[in-house]
């Protein structure tokens, strides 16, 4: 299956923020911190890179402050599928915990504290095993290279 | 016909846990009970591993402190190799507990407590949370996250990430602090004293609107533990044990941290996977004691620095020797105060940037405890080795556990004061819960458990038929 690509652009000279997120302890939860890793170490400039354990509202400044966000998470697939990718809407509201936010969460904390909501794109990684201290699966070995293309390709438009 | 009334999950705690609230035939409350259903078992699984994995296996326990169990697991790693660590590593061990003390008080007001405290009890639930709050005072919130995010740079700074940073070892620690890192630490202290000043400032001014919640939430007399240092100065990593009583007369003093058993002993109960301990002397459950910010304010006799001093003698002046749970909110923001202040001396101290960091030995003694005071109170591991070095046994006293039976008669009390009849408005189960949240409870740390419940609240019949149900979120 060929990963989904949305086509928008970012613009030029555009200080781009990626926060790759979730437990690494847990399978393919980390599967984002991976994405995090390999992008970081790209050293692209203009690309500032976030590994986190999880969206806190400790980010927001950061989000609040790029010009465009690109978080990259795990998402519960079925064997095989791929990586994809898509805008977060810009009124997306979403009314987490104060532990456990979601990319709309940030956003939201980002524009009424700091009056700006950046554009921003979620890059999921297929994830099917979330047990605790399991290596990546196959399919996430996968997506992650995925995602990191995908990734690549935003960044690449600006 | 008597009724139990449950409120489960808990929320906006660490952790997983619910109230179970007994009526009688008349709709009284008789007794009130809060469950732990989680199980880690860290004690267990951890034998046979080598002591030096310790610190990186004990700080997975939780997310929120890890740092904690880092330092207590490496402090019990340096007695039994026997070593006094280097000047330089015990600053940077200090530093990092202070950061780890900012974060998780900052934590634990700003974004789990004030929706309560300042949006009001009988704000509803949809509203009652960080963004409410965000919405009420955009300042005070965006204060709270970088106070918060300060603590956590400290963390970072010195041991590469945020969460379960694999720093602190036995014998030291693994890295140190350049001049950059700590010059833009230092950059950061006035703004967080003043928001740890403008928090006080604010619960202060509104206390008077809590005189109910500081009489019914867990206010009673027991006795009060913590680790104090020379003089009885308030202390957070090192230190020797004191007990007082609820009027603030010493009751033990000077107890080295690794004689915990002769004065702590832990019971268990069948409704609960979390721990009883009480202190040995005057036995089960009257030696019930409390831990954490409250106890430490009332043990000590300064905190050490000036400003936090200054706070100190105002909430003696109007308290005395603290016996209200609901109190603990006032001694946290103290201790954020008292912590900020200590980290500037640490950042001015020329040592902090030394490069000695490291003492090295082998297995010297079977046995070690380390003890030092986590953001919840006094945290305890306790190791026994063999000649290489494996695990062969661990206990863990933390502090939430050692609040347990604090806990407990926190809930009865409020239930006894909020309810009247079967019927449960949904804001004295707030209140329930907000009495828990006053110890800032660390249920993940304290009983090594993973779970998930569905949150649920039933009121049972006396023949344990669910009379009515209630669900939340």
Known sequence: MRASRKQTPIKANAEILVIGYGNDLRGDDGAGRQVAGYVDSWQMPGVKVVSAHQLTPDLCEEVAHADTVIFADARPARPGDAADCSQVAEDAKSPSSIHASDPAAILQIAGELYGHRPPAWLVGIPAVDFEVGAPLSETTVAGVWQATDLIRDLISRR | ?473
């Not at chain 2, 660590?85 to 780890?100: C, D, F, S, V, Y």
């Not at chain 2, 831990?291 to 006799?301: D, H, I, M």
């Not at chain 2, 008292?338 to 001396?345: P, R, S, T």
């Open chain 2, 1 to 473: 016909m008597s009724k139990q009334i449950i409120i489960d999950p808990v929320t906006r705690i660490e952790g997983h846990s619910k109230i179970t609230i007994q009526l009688d035939d008349k709709s009284e409350v008789v007794d009130a009970h809060f469950h732990i259903a989680e199980f880690r078992g860290f004690e267990k699984f951890c034998e046979g591993r080598p002591m030096t994995e310790m610190p990186s296996l004990t700080g997975r326990i939780c997310g929120i402190c890890p740092v904690s169990h880092l330092l207590a697991s490496a402090k019990a790693g340096d007695a039994v190799l026997a070593v006094k660590i280097p000047a330089t590593a015990e600053k940077l061990r200090r530093l990092m507990n202070l950061g780890q003390m900012i974060q998780s008080h900052a934590l634990s007001f700003f974004y789990l407590s004030a929706p309560d405290l300042l949006l009001g009890w009988d704000t509803p639930p949809e509203t009652r949370n960080v963004f409410g709050l965000i919405k009420a005072n955009p300042e005070l919130a965006r204060k709270g996250i970088r106070l918060r995010q300060f603590g956590q740079l400290v963390i970072e700074y010195l041991g590469g990430k945020r969460i379960h940073p694999a720093w602190a070892v036995p014998g030291g620690v693994r890295s140190g602090l350049d001049p950059e890192s700590r010059d833009q630490l230092r950059a950061r202290i006035p703004e967080s004293r003043d928001t740890a000043l403008k928090a006080l400032d604010i619960f202060k001014k509104s206390i008077a609107n809590y005189s109910e919640e500081a009489k019914t939430f867990g206010d009673f007399p027991t006795m009060f533990m913590s680790l104090v240092g020379p003089g009885g100065k308030w202390e957070h990593y090192d230190g020797l044990l004191r007990f007082i009583d609820s009027m603030g007369n010493i009751v033990s003093d000077a107890v080295e941290p690794k004689k915990y058993r002769d004065f702590i002993g832990e019971a268990v109960e069948p409704y609960s996977y979390l721990k009883f301990p009480y202190y040995k002397p005057i036995g089960y459950p009257k030696g019930i004691y409390r831990v954490g910010p409250l106890a430490r304010l009332n043990t000590c006799t300064s905190m050490g620095t000036t400003l936090a001093d200054q706070e100190l003698h105002e909430f003696r002046f109007r308290f005395g020797v603290a016996n209200s749970s609901f109190l603990y909110h006032y001694a946290r923001l103290i201790e954020i105060l008292a912590a900020v202040e200590h980290v500037e001396h640490l950042l001015d101290d020329p040592e902090i940037t030394g490069a000695h960091l490291r003492a090295s030995a082998d297995v010297n003694h079977l046995h070690g405890v380390g003890c030092s005071e986590a953001p919840r109170g006094t945290l305890f591991h306790d190791y026994n080795v063999d000649r290489d070095g494996l695990i062969k046994g661990v206990n863990l006293l933390i502090a939430t556990g050692q609040n347990n039976l604090a806990m407990n008669q926190t809930v009865a009390q409020i239930a006894k004061n909020y309810i009247k009849g079967p019927d449960v408005p949904e804001a004295i189960l707030n209140r329930l819960e907000a009495g828990v949240r006053s110890f800032d409870p660390c249920l993940s740390c304290s009983t090594h458990a993973i779970g998930e419940m569905p949150m649920l609240v039933q009121v049972l019949g006396h023949d344990g038929s669910v009379v009515a149900e209630r669900s939340r979120g």
